[in-house]
């Protein structure tokens, strides 16, 4: 893991990156604002968190962190989710993510608290999701949101991942910046799609019907047993998992 601080004093905010190892918008968005000479009004830290995975290209050494947080043995990312959770305890955290299933940028969420949505608002995002069903997540650990900024490894997720940077910053007083709060829908996550192999055929955020289909491969069809929206769900993001399905409603519901 590695740890710096910006400004003066002790922070109140934090950026996370690198959570997986093979996600490195979060480090390219980190570096380009190292780079921009902006002024820093308030303190901020940024931590590289998986930083032995980063350097291998992989997702993980031992074990994802982003499901360890409640772990207790003596794995690489169990031992790191404990100084994880003590470098970011108390502080407003955003953690920055790459995805395989959507190029374009969205929140996610893991409580309802009202200190959540005000992490929620910071990102500005226009699409959240309400992930509270998945437990051990770095953001259900500490006071944060996640963002899934784009395509994995792509430009535009580097892109999309500076702006979020700089909306969640300004927001919060570190810097001078136009930011803006969420707004629009949310998707609250009810039920985990498992399965191995299959090709997801639907898209991401539109509405699944009933009886249709929407991931096969050869064999086999997963068919909607009622309508639904998918969430994270891709042919090739998960070992054993396709995805999420979710209801939609309005952001004003988390609160």
Known sequence: MKVEKFGEGNPEVAVVYCVHGDEPCGKRAVERFKASSREIKKPFKAVLANEKAYNQGRRYVDRDLNSSMNVNDNSHESVLASRLREELQGLKVLDLH???????????????????????NATGMDTVVDLSIVSGSVIGAVDGVAVECGRQRSDEAAE??????????????????????????????????????????????????????????????????ESFYPVLMSTNGYEDLVGFKAIKTQLESLK
Not at 101 to 120: G, M, R, Y
Not at 192 to 221: H, L, M, P
Request: aromatic share 14%.
């Open 98 to 120: 790459g995805t395989h299933s959507w190029p374009k940028p969205f929140a996610i969420t893991v409580s309802d608290s009202e200190k959540a949505l005000e992490q929620v």
């Open 160 to 225: 999309n991942a500076y702006r979020v940077l700089l909306n969640f910053l300004g927001y919060h007083g570190v810097i001078d910046y136009d930011s803006k709060a969420a707004s629009s829908d949310l998707y609250k996550v009810y039920e985990k799609q498992e399965g191995r192999g299959y090709r997801f055929t639907a898209d991401n955020f539109s509405k699944v019907e009933s009886g249709e289909v929407f991931a096969e491969k050869e064999g086999s069809k997963l068919t909607a047993e």
